[in-house]
């Protein structure tokens, strides 16, 4: 079992930066994923990064590429998502979450590959 809470969102301006935490703890022998997704009120929710256990391999999804970077801090079982250069389109729930599989073959990006989710932080960018 993974338990996971994201903290870091808010309002921002357009341009501006912010920094998501998700603090995880639980039994992390089998995860050897995490990701950050988000998900606009009447849209699906989007997978936009992810990276493997150990830091070693990250994905990112095309519409922040650039902008974005995820990481983790394994000593702090913590995941971050630094955010850059945010737009207005940017504006969303931000929700992390672990997947107790493999993170090297799989659509990483699909957010019904991850087993576990918290419960999500806002941002808002606004002009």
């Known amino acids: 079992q993974v338990q996971l809470v994201e903290s870091g969102g808010g309002s921002v301006q357009a341009g501006g930066s912010l920094r998501l935490s998700c603090a995880t703890s639980?039994?992390?022998?089998?995860?050897?994923?995490w990701g950050w997704f988000r998900q606009a009120p009447g849209k699906e929710r989007e997978g936009i990064a992810a990276?493997?256990?150990?830091?070693?391999?990250?994905y990112y999804a095309d519409s922040v590429k650039g902008r974005f970077t995820i990481s983790r801090d394994s000593a702090k079982n913590t995941l971050y998502l630094q955010m850059n250069s945010l737009k207005l389109e940017d504006t969303s729930m931000y929700y992390c979450?672990?997947?107790?599989?493999?993170?090297?073959?799989?659509?990483?990006?699909?957010?019904?590959?991850?087993?576990?989710w918290g419960q999500g932080t806002q941002v808002t960018v606004s002009s």
């Open positions: 979450a672990a997947r107790t599989s493999n993170c090297w073959s799989f659509a990483y990006l699909v957010p019904k590959n991850y087993n576990y």
């Open positions: 639980g039994y992390y022998t089998s995860t050897y994923c």
């Open positions: 990276i493997s256990t150990g830091g070693t391999f990250t």
